[in-house]
């Protein structure tokens, strides 16, 4: 896509107090302010109240001239409830534009192919055109090389998977048709969705040194991948931030 994006992301969908706004901006702002440029929500998660903290916490952005982008998606096929959603959704982040709009969580090429027979790629387009979107992009859960049936059609610039040590191995077919294609990779749950730091014991194979912890290997394993641009990481606390951002500056300097 062109844009410089930080190797770890915010993930909107797992705060620890989602009624808390005010922690749950001082959280995007302080990952912000460390370096974090890149944060994606979606329109379920924790119903709408995690894009309208986001909107605050973009506000606050704006006031700090903290640089960031946008990420959220859809699930709508049509194109009369794609817009109704995305002007709900402009209203909610604050913005005038979203960086990245994702056709969301493909899990199935059946369902894939009605959506697009309902002219969810056409639409996607015309809000491009018109400067509503920047990117064009796709989330997907499907399994094996499937996903390239997705990425044959040439238009998307970015793509949102699954990949992380706990799953890697029957990812990788998916992973592998991603590297053919010259876009944008964000990986989701590079934490195997909290499984790993909730079990270090069981993963404690994952670690290359013993000064690592278990998140560091985890995060270690994904920035290893050069194809892949962002490891979105869904945050509960501040420690979990400072955690993520260490695991950054250790992979540095080995």
């Known amino acids: 896509t062109g844009k410089d994006l930080s190797i770890i992301g915010f993930g909107g969908m797992r705060f620890k107090n989602i009624d808390d706004q005010d922690a749950c901006v001082e959280m995007m702002v302080e990952a912000a302010e460390m370096g974090i440029n890149y944060f994606d929500t979606a329109p379920l998660y924790f119903g709408i109240k995690s894009e309208v903290i986001y909107g605050k916490a973009f506000n606050e952005f704006k006031k700090r001239n903290l640089p960031f982008y946008s990420s959220t998606k859809t699930f709508e096929p049509k194109e009369e409830k794609i817009r109704c959603e995305i002007e709900n959704q402009l209203g909610r ?67 949102l998977f699954g990949y992380s040590a706990y799953n890697f191995t029957v990812r990788q077919e998916a992973f592998d048709a991603i590297q053919k294609y010259d876009i944008g990779c964000v990986v989701m749950n590079p934490l195997g969705g909290g499984i790993i730091p909730q079990h270090p014991k069981v993963f404690d194979f994952i670690k290359t040194r013993k000064d690592q912890s278990v998140v560091e290997a985890a995060l270690h394993f994904i920035f290893a991948h050069e194809k892949i641009t962002t490891a979105l990481v869904g945050f509960s606390t501040m420690e979990e931030i400072h955690e993520a951002v260490r695991a950054v500056e250790s992979y540095q300097n080995i």
């Open 93 to 159: 982040l604050n913005l005038d534009s979203i960086d990245f709009y994702h056709v969301w969580n493909v899990t199935d090429l059946d369902k894939w192919y009605e959506r697009k027979k309902n002219g969810v790629l056409e639409t996607f387009i015309k809000l491009k055109e018109e400067g509503l979107i920047r990117h064009i992009c796709v989330s997907s859960h499907l399994i094996g090389d499937h996903i390239r049936k997705l990425l044959e059609e040439n238009i998307f610039e970015a793509v």
